[in-house]
């Protein structure tokens, strides 16, 4: 149940970062609302999921997911570079965090 939390923590995380550029593309209540609501679910899913988890291995994955789906999506959804150097190097973040997981 701790990697089910851990990994739902992740993907708020992601969808706050996506927020936060709505946000300053749209200056409006709603935008800020699901900013706050998004990260506020990550943070809570976070603790929930370090009740059980090692607190490193939990922030480690807890941060690849948010960092590398965050460059996913501003790749996918904004035109940002998709430069295989780029997309190796998110790899290597996603590589990593499976590779806690299967030691944890």
């Given at each position: 149940m701790a990697w089910i939390s851990l990994v739902a923590a992740g993907l708020f995380e992601m969808f706050g970062v996506l927020m936060i550029n709505r946000l300053h593309q749209k200056?409006?209540?709603?935008?800020?609302?699901l900013l706050v609501l998004g990260f506020t679910a990550s943070f809570l899913l976070?603790?929930?999921?370090?009740?059980?988890l090692?607190?490193?291995?939990?922030y480690a994955i807890w941060t690849g997911i948010?960092?590398?789906?965050?460059?996913?999506?501003?790749?996918?959804?904004?035109?940002e570079s998709k430069?295989?150097?780029?997309?190796?190097?998110?790899?290597?973040?996603?590589?990593?965090a499976i590779g806690l997981k299967l030691i944890s």
């Open positions: 200056k409006n209540w709603q935008s800020a609302a976070l603790a929930q999921a370090m009740k059980t090692p607190m490193g291995t939990a948010g960092a590398s789906g965050g460059a996913i999506l501003g790749m996918l959804l904004y035109g430069d295989w150097k780029r997309i190796f190097f998110i790899a290597l973040i996603l590589g990593a």
